[in-house]
């Protein structure tokens, strides 16, 4: 009987730490969602873009290309430089227009 009451003790311990652990992962994982869903949204409008995840996909790639032309620029390859800025500019100036 002793016995029966250590094991119920500790598996009723066990299934706490286990349940605080998931509830804790659960309650991370909702604020982070939540501050991922709320700096996107800030940032859609304030850029005046698209909720969609195309406007997304195409502001990451004309970040990409804009930081690709100024890194060029900074390289001293200046006509590919400014090739990759101006398309930079013109991908970004198209999304948010």
Do not use: C, K, P
Request: glycine residues 12%; proline residues 0%.
């Amino acid at each position: 009987m002793a016995n029966e009451s250590l094991f119920h003790w500790a598996g009723e311990q066990l299934g706490q730490l286990i349940r605080t652990v998931v509830d804790s992962l659960a309650w991370v994982l909702t604020h982070l969602s939540e501050a991922v869903g709320g700096f996107y949204t800030g940032l859609r409008d304030t850029l005046g873009i698209g909720d969609s995840t195309a406007s997304l996909v195409i502001l990451i790639i004309g970040l990409l290309v804009l930081v690709a032309g100024l890194r060029r620029l900074l390289a001293v390859r200046l006509i590919s430089g400014l090739i990759f800025t101006v398309l930079g500019v013109a991908l970004l100036s198209w999304l948010m227009g």
